[in-house]
């Protein structure tokens, strides 16, 4: 450490070097910290220390460096100048460490402004007439920061004698070292010099008489404030808007600026300073929800500000007002205290706010669910969020994590441009949508992004097989779309991705867009030499034909049989027999597990004829490629490792897609050079030839010469092997390049390896030459460079309608499945067959056949029952009619005609209200119902008809009915004439009742 002259205090600092741990010190001295708007340094002189050791340093050796170099003494408090909040007073050596520690990789230069107390020599030149607590609250008042000297002061107080000050310092001072200095020291000759002495001693008298003054004035403004403890309030002005610095009387300090920083726990004190008007009420509402309280805000405007408690009987309330020239906003009435009670339903508490206040958990974990969510917010914050809340602010902070949808396409020309730079050669291609210009900005619209790396496509040319998959899979970002992809075959067996693009859909033209620069990426001049495989997927298959139509081009044999099963053919069995189909290597095995499919389902062994062999099975199947997969399990990892991505914008999509291909290149490559140096081949493949020796084992070969081999096998086949040729008639060793179980069973006979008969293509060498090449990071979005590329609109196409699926649906051979519970098998993947139309795939419950039919029925019966009714009503008031003629011929009431009168005027008219469900033998209802009567209704039945039976028959003359017409039943129309037991009746269209008694009528008809 050493001292500079003051001639060279501007010099830059020293250079140390990377790695250095020590600094030049630039020390603000003899003067005072003036806070404020323009705060500043007023007054004193600089001292400048270079190689300040960082290491260990502390307040304790601050002093003593100061004291021995410069020759400062006394009570020295440290600060340092923030910007936008003026003066910060370090109280602790950690603070100072880490102050100075922050500055070793930027400049490795420190300011420190120092205030020097002369409050020893004070003390013993006044005597009792000076307190140090004068001094403290002369330094509240001007060079305080923050109001944090008030609650340092009363500690720190009896630490300020001495030679060293020693506050909050890690080194220990003992008290008969300080007793010894003071008895043998001349305190002021020592500090000051003799020069210096008198007319410093003069300054601070002065400044404490000062002092002393304006504790008087602020003791009589606080006495009459007793009555009012509770609220704090700032004088109003008497004007509209208040100065910042206050009256000219005024000399005391600004009270402290509100830290944005502290915004998640914010402490609101009485003429606090914020920057606006948002940013207080923000703090206003995050300190009442900490609080679990309620508030509301009764007045807004461009002046003021005044929010309280919406609860009856809680008197808290703050009010703000702008300041004159600033625009900045201070506390001018605060009441602290909440009254009300702890409510854990705050109103106060908004969507909008949780979002605000938890993007950062959403960002750090994107997976994070709704339930998860809500319980931490309310965990943490003590309240209540309903499902709705909850689902819209973590929909608002997903939003603001990824950002607005047209900010993301502004950024792409020069996303691509950067793509260009880092890895020249990549193909980058955007296509945008024909014919379409905005009529206002004259931005053309986004369509399509093609990315094909350089690294990637020539490790696929120099080591992987002219084998690739096609698919496309659902984008969940906000502006929807498919994700084309292409993925290739290492010499692992492995996926490796090569070429994707952001379409709009899987459509022909997309396709064939797509198709057409991965033609030109890998130099596919003679496509029968190329295999491509891919689902059924009507633009694929249309693209494909039109781009490559020499090639092989396989089905996915799991898509083939999802169609199968669509197509009705379902079940354990018919799967079973078309796996062995696809995977027959010969013509006669594959002619043969087609038999054996047809005699279980004539029908599925037809709908299987109507595909073309080469595109599902192995038979059919040619040897370029040295592949005879037959899944396209290939495309499906793949998107399997790009979930997270395919929920992002554009730029975050791509970005994701590069950094995961980049990262799988790297670790593959160190995998094969760290694990793989003993190895021949690829683990993969050796694991496939150790199972082929393992079966070889069991095969009988003969010697037919050098080259050629009859190899017999357990169960009766026999293949011909020529180990010269690399051949086997079983078509296994031609189609992958690996041995089969017969030919390595023939080189044994031949005592030869059989790993040299192994294709080239599976070793580790070219797996190697395969993740040669890498893709070079990019740089971040601050450093790209600005291209006057116009950007494109984003995409109108759209996301599919509802919730974002997160799981792929299955298929229902099996993958499906519920767990087996206990000893019970599920029903899930029968097939069933319906016991009424005996068709298959539904049961008699869901048989469309049996519905129509029980509708038809339920019609005709309903029909039928209104028509009964109407025939059982019209029976029943004849009935009566009969029965009053009867008594009225033979001029007595008989007991057989009470009881019949008596007994029929109960059930017979219920029944004939009702809609009577039974009524004579001559009416026949059709029973829709198999279903036993109620026990009331089987007596009422039985009881109606013991009356029919045992009454008389007399014959009705109609002629003897005069005067009152027998008005219509409300449901009957024109009803025919009905064969009625006992009764012969002519014509019932209108007929009058004569009265028993004779002469006027017997009170009317029935009514049914």
């Known amino acids: 450490m050493s001292i500079k002259s003051e001639e060279l205090n501007n010099e830059p600092p020293p250079n140390d070097g990377n790695g250095s741990t020590k600094i030049t010190m630039r020390c603000y001295i003899w003067g005072k910290c003036i806070n404020g708007p323009d705060a500043h340094y007023e007054g004193g002189e600089i001292c400048v220390f270079d190689y300040v050791e960082v290491t260990g340093i502390s307040l304790f050796e601050m002093d003593r460096m100061l004291e021995n170099e410069a020759r400062v003494y006394g009570d020295k408090r440290y600060h340092i100048l923030v910007e936008e909040y003026g003066f910060r007073r370090l109280w602790h050596d950690k603070e100072l460490y880490a102050y100075c520690a922050d500055y070793l990789d930027y400049g490795r230069h420190v300011d420190l402004y120092i205030e020097v107390s002369f409050a020893e020599i004070l003390r013993l030149q006044m005597g009792s007439d000076y307190e140090e607590d004068d001094y403290d609250d002369d330094y509240v008042l001007e060079g305080g920061i923050n109001g944090e000297s008030e609650e340092h002061n009363g500690c720190n107080s009896d630490a300020s004698s001495g030679e060293f000050s020693g506050k909050d310092s890690d080194y220990e001072m003992e008290e008969e070292d300080d007793d010894d200095y003071e008895d043998n020291v001349d305190q002021n000759v020592e500090w000051l010099g003799i020069e210096n002495q008198v007319e410093e001693e003069r300054k601070m008298i002065a400044k404490g008489k000062m002092i002393a003054a304006a504790q008087r004035d602020i003791g009589s403004d606080s006495e009459s404030d007793v009555d009012n403890s509770d609220v704090d309030a700032a004088p109003d002005s008497e004007y509209d808007f208040e100065s910042l610095h206050g009256s000219g009387d005024e000399q005391c300090r600004k009270p402290p600026m509100f830290n944005p920083k502290d915004m998640h726990n914010p402490k609101i004190k009485l003429k606090q300073y914020f920057s606006n008007f948002k940013e207080f009420k923000e703090a206003v509402r995050t300190w009442n929800i900490k609080r679990e309280r309620p508030f509301k805000f009764v007045k807004h405007d461009k002046v003021k500000v005044i929010a309280k408690c919406p609860r009856e009987g809680c008197d808290w309330y703050i009010y703000a007002r702008k300041l004159s020239g600033e625009g900045s906003v201070q506390v001018r009435t605060f009441q602290k205290k909440h009254k009300c009670g702890f409510s854990y339903h705050n109103e106060s508490l908004r969507s909008s706010w949780v979002a605000k206040n938890y993007h950062e958990t959403v960002r750090e974990n994107p997976r994070l669910d709704l339930k998860s969510f809500t319980n931490k917010v309310m965990k943490e914050n003590k309240c209540f969020l309903s499902k709705y809340q909850g689902y819209r602010a973590k929909r608002a902070a997903t939003k603001i994590v990824q950002g607005d949808e047209t900010d993301h396409y502004k950024k792409l020309p020069d996303y691509i441009n950067e793509i260009k730079r880092s890895n020249p050669g990549t193909t980058v291609i955007m296509k945008v949508v024909d014919g379409y210009c905005d009529a206002v900005t004259r931005q053309q619209k986004f369509q399509r992004l093609y990315m094909c790396f350089v690294g990637v496509k020539q490790g696929f040319l120099a080591a992987c097989r002219p084998i690739f998959g096609l698919d496309g899979t659902f984008l969940k970002g906000p502006a929807g779309g498919v994700l084309l992809t292409a993925v290739g075959v290492d010499p692992n067996n492995g996926f490796y991705p090569i070429a994707y693009a952001a379409t709009e859909g899987e459509t022909k033209d997309s396709w064939m867009w797509f198709l057409t620069l991965l033609r030109e990426d890998l130099q596919m001049e003679r496509d029968y030499e190329w295999t491509i495989m891919s689902d059924k997927q009507k633009g694929i298959i249309q693209a494909c034909e039109a781009m490559f139509p020499n090639c092989d081009h396989r089905f996915c044999v799991k898509h083939l049989h999802s169609n199968f099963s669509v197509a009705g053919f379902k079940g354990t069995t018919l799967r079973h027999a078309l796996w062995k189909a696809a995977k027959a290597t010969t013509l006669a095995k594959f002619s043969t597990k087609m038999r054996e499919l047809a005699e279980i389902d004539i029908e599925a062994a037809k709908w299987l004829g109507t595909k073309q062999p080469i595109e599902w099975t ?19 990892s793949f998107n399997s490792k790009i979930l997270h991505a395919r929920e992002e914008h554009i730029v975050g999509l791509m970005e994701s897609l590069r950094h995961y291909v980049m990262t799988r290149l790297q670790q593959n490559r160190d995998m094969a050079k760290s694990k793989w140096k003993k190895l021949k081949f690829c683990p993969r493949i050796m694991k496939r030839v150790k199972k082929n020796m393992d079966m070889a084992t069991q095969c009988f070969p003969i010697k037919s010469n050098d080259d050629d081999y009859v190899v017999g096998c357990p169960y009766g086949e026999t293949y011909c092997v020529n180990i010269k040729e690399r051949m086997c008639t079983c078509r296994k060793w031609d189609l992958t390049g690996i041995p089969c179980s017969h030919a390595i069973s023939a080189i044994w006979i031949a005592r030869k390896d059989p790993m040299d008969f192994i294709d080239q293509c599976y070793s580790v060498e070219a797996y190697l030459k395969c993740y040669a090449n890498c893709i070079f990071p990019v740089n971040g979005e ?41 000893n019970k098998m599920s029903r899930v993947g029968q097939v069933i067959k319906c016991n009424y139309c005996g068709e ?48 009225s011929q033979t ?51 039985a009881a109606t008809e013991d009356i029919i039976s045992s009454a008389p028959t007399p014959e009705l003359n109609l002629h003897q009915v005069s005067n009152i017409p027998l008005p219509q039943m409300p449901y009957m129309s024109q009803p025919d004439p009905v064969q009625v037991p006992n009764f012969h009746i002519r014509d019932t269209k209108s007929c009058t009742i004569t009265n028993i008694t004779g002469g006027q009528s017997a009170g009317g008809s029935s009514n049914g």
């Not at 192995?618 to 499906?636: G, Q, T």
């Not at 005709?860 to 025939?871: L, P, V």
């Not at 004939?912 to 039945?941: D, F, Y």
């Open 782 to 822: 601050h450093d790209w460079t600005h291209t006057h590329v116009t950007p494109p609109l984003p995409p109108t196409y759209g996301r599919a309608p509802g919730r974002p699926k997160k799981l792929r649906k299955k298929g229902e051979d099996g993958i499906q499945q519920k767990k087996e519970k206990g």
């Open 891 to 941: 001029g007595a009431d008989t007991t057989v005609d009470n009881q019949c009168v008596n007994t029929c005027s109960g059930p017979a008219k219920t029944i004939a209200r009702k809609g009577a469900k039974r009524t004579s033998e001559n009416i026949v209802l059709p029973n829709l119902r198999k279903t036993k009567p109620q026990r009331s209704q089987r007596q009422n039945m």
């Open 840 to 887: 298959k795939g539904h049961n008699k419950r869901s048989c469309n056949i049996r519905k129509e039919q029980l509708e038809n029925a339920a019609t005709e019966g309903t029909q039928a029952t209104q028509s009964a009714s109407q025939q059982v009503g019209s029976c029943t008031e004849l009935f009566e009619i009969s029965l009053n003629e009867a008594s």
């Open 618 to 636: 192995r038979s059919h199947f040619r040897i370029f490629s040295k592949c005879d997969m037959l899944l396209n399990n290939i495309c499906e």
